[in-house]
């Protein structure tokens, strides 16, 4: 079974910077992709950014020139290094692992981190 975890999320003034994992366990096919997702009080869920297994990364407008994806494909993990925080990038973090198998695409969820970005 696949199973995310996420870490490092928290507490951050203004400006500063955050950095999130995402661990995943289970089995999988090599080829998927990996996204961050964030979800703010009252809003609906929106993807951040994506990373697949080659490395090609896409972000959201919002967030480009400040939030970097990454990932360690032999340790199963993607990384978020946020920069730049703003009061608005205040949310629950959620990882997700999406690939097709089978001929079915298939979602996977963490259970997500809280980002806080206040004085």
């Known amino acids: 079974q696949v199973q995310l975890v996420e870490s490092g999320g928290g507490l951050v003034e203004p400006g500063g910077s955050l950095r999130l994992s995402c661990a995943v366990s289970?089995?999988?096919?090599?080829?998927?992709?990996m996204n961050w997702y964030r979800q703010a009080p009252g809003k609906e869920r929106e993807l951040v950014a994506t990373i697949t297994t080659s490395g090609s990364t896409n972000y959201a407008d919002s967030v480009k020139d400040r939030f970097t994806i990454s990932r360690d494909n032999a340790k199963n993990t993607a990384y978020l290094q946020m920069d730049s925080l703003k009061p608005e990038d205040t949310a629950v973090y959620y990882c997700n692992l999406r690939f097709i198998q089978r001929f079915r695409l298939l979602n996977y969820w963490g259970q997500g981190t809280q980002v806080t970005v206040s004085s």
């Open positions: 289970g089995s999988f096919p090599r080829d998927n992709a």
